[in-house]
């Protein structure tokens, strides 16, 4: 540059200008360099979010899938046991029926065992064959519980 003194105050104030111009031009040359490195780290910062993100949806979805699978497993136990349940209280009232049944429908001596005549025969057979049918449905309660139970 030329280091002569300016001959007016017009050539002193585009001296002074231009000074100021290349002052700006280098705080800009600086910003530009300052903004690049926070685009930068707001893409790193960014592509680190996502891959958190990612492993916690992960995290999340195994967490959802083993609450799942427990809360299966406790129904599935909780059916199986009030199935039973009402399995065995089914099985306990047929029982106290039959045995209602057989002590308010039969005749005495054929509650005890003995047979007189023909004609008692004749009814304890009617009887036996009621008593034989709520057996067999009893057995049959019994063995649908059963087979719910190891389904």
């Known amino acids: 540059m030329n280091d002569e003194p300016p001959a007016s105050a017009r050539d002193a104030l585009i001296a002074e200008a231009l000074g100021e111009v290349a002052s700006l031009l280098d705080r800009v040359d600086a910003l530009v360099a300052a903004l690049d490195s926070v685009a930068s780290a707001l893409n790193e910062a960014g592509a680190n979010v996502e891959a958190k993100a990612a492993a916690f949806e992960a995290s999340t979805a195994a967490l959802v899938d083993a609450s799942k699978r427990h809360l ?43 047979q007189t005549d023909v004609a008692q025969r004749g009814a304890n057979w009617t009887w036996t064959a009621h008593v034989a049918t709520a057996i067999c449905a009893s057995l049959l309660t019994a063995a649908l519980v059963a087979y719910l139970q190891s389904s």
């Open 72 to 114: 299966v497993g406790h129904i599935a136990t909780k059916t199986q046991e009030t199935i039973r349940a009402a399995g065995e209280a089914q099985m306990q009232a047929i029982r106290e029926e039959l045995r209602a049944l057989i002590r308010t429908e039969t005749p005495a001596p054929a509650r005890h065992g003995s």
